[in-house]
């Protein structure tokens, strides 16, 4: 079982809870969320998050990891200072 503030993730039943309630994530979007807590307090390029989640290690230009961002943000309830953007570099879940 892994922590991060309010949420529990069990990665032997993939889920993730919310003060006790499951949130229903997609298979790439929970792929997504692990590979930025596995990082927490680093900053994930666009091209790793592509590796790790949909396992794509040729470098692409997409849009794909931007909407999963956003899509995770509003199911996760995380704000801007929870999973940063950081410009020309990629995302930044913090620690």
């Known amino acids: 079982m ?3 503030k309010n949420l529990s993730i069990d990665e032997s039943s993939c889920t993730v809870k919310k003060e006790g309630q499951p949130i229903h994530l997609t298979t790439m979007e929970y792929q ?3 590979a930025l807590l ?4 680093h900053i994930c390029s ?13 470098p692409i230009q997409t849009r794909t990891v931007d909407v999963y961002i956003a899509k995770l943000r509003k199911k996760l309830d995380l704000g801007q200072n929870d999973l940063k953007t950081v ?4 995302y930044a879940l913090s620690g």
Do not use: V
Not at 38 to 41: K, P
Not at 87 to 90: A, K, L, P, T, Y
């Open 2 to 4: 892994k922590y991060y």
């Open 32 to 34: 997504l969320f692990l």
């Open 38 to 41: 596995d990082h927490s307090g």
């Open 46 to 58: 666009r091209n790793l998050l592509l590796s790790s989640a949909w396992h794509i290690t040729a």
């Open 87 to 90: 410009m020309r570099q990629g």
